[in-house]
């Protein structure tokens, strides 16, 4: 059975930092695309970040830039997503999806597989 796993959300200060990590069982990571996915209450889902963990590409929504890191760990078969100096404007529910096609302009419906998501939030 494929699944996308989502964990490290929590609650943390503005300026803290949390890893989310996004666990993948049933298919190999290694020739997939994982992105990343938030969903702010009221406000569209955006995309966050990307990796193709075939060659290490990445991408980074513009709000993000500077402050995320994406890595990915093919031997765990996990994706990571290190946030550091958080807002409150990243509080959000968090997403993985995969992929085997690396395309920063996907939505997290063209993803082929996708996770249940994990709560962040950012206190000010």
């Known amino acids: 059975e494929v699944q996308l796993v989502e964990s490290g959300g929590g609650l943390v200060q503005a300026g803290g930092s949390l890893r989310l990590s996004c666990a993948a069982s049933g298919f190999s990571i290694d020739y997939y695309a994982i992105g990343w996915f938030r969903q702010a209450p009221g406000k569209e889902r955006e995309g966050v970040s990307s990796?193709?963990?075939?060659?290490?590409?990445?991408y980074y929504a513009d709000s993000v830039k500077g402050r995320f890191t994406i890595s990915s760990d093919n031997a765990k078969n996990t994706v990571y997503l290190q946030m550091n100096s958080l807002k409150p404007e990243d509080t959000a529910v968090y997403y993985c999806a995969a992929d085997p096609v690396f395309d920063s302009d996907y939505s997290m419906e063209d993803y082929d597989y996708r996770g249940q998501g994990t709560q962040v939030t950012v206190s000010s």
């Open positions: 990796i193709s963990s075939s060659d290490g590409t990445t």
